[in-house]
């Protein structure tokens, strides 16, 4: 499986930027796709995950209503609306094996990873 981020770049606040993760490499219909972000020094936080068949879509709350995962063939997109300095931060896709009802997976229990995109936003 390998995971291919694009789509980062320089914005302004309230500005929008749409992320792509273009998967390929394997047969992805049982999988759950996600978005993380990580800044210097602190842990990778979730940010948005779904079911590559459709459905089980999670948010976090710091993008709730801002954000949109979706999925077009092999590319699963982040839109990110409303931008603000905070989330500033590099952006990684991440792919874990299986349909997961009832919440996002952890970080850990993603096996495949993005080589991740950085996204600033300036104030």
């Known amino acids: 499986v390998q995971l291919q981020a694009s789509g980062g770049g320089l914005v302004q606040a309230g500005g929008s930027l749409r992320l792509a993760c273009a998967a390929s490499?394997?047969?992805?219909?049982?999988?759950?796709m996600g978005w993380f972000r990580q800044t210097p020094g602190k842990e990778r936080e979730f940010v948005a995950s779904?079911?590559?068949?459709?459905?089980l879509i999670n948010y976090a709350d710091s993008v709730k209503g801002r954000c949109t995962i979706s999925r077009s063939r092999n590319t699963v997109f982040l839109q990110m609306n409303s931008l603000r300095p905070e989330d500033t931060a590099v952006y990684y896709c991440?792919?874990?094996?299986?349909?997961?009802?009832?919440?996002?997976?952890?970080?850990?229990?993603?096996?495949?990873w993005g080589q991740g995109t950085l996204v600033t936003v300036s104030s």
């Open positions: 490499g394997g047969s992805f219909i049982s999988y759950t």
């Open positions: 991440a792919a874990y094996p299986r349909r997961r009802v009832g919440g996002p997976p952890a970080a850990h229990e993603f096996t495949s």
């Open positions: 779904m079911a590559w068949s459709g459905g």
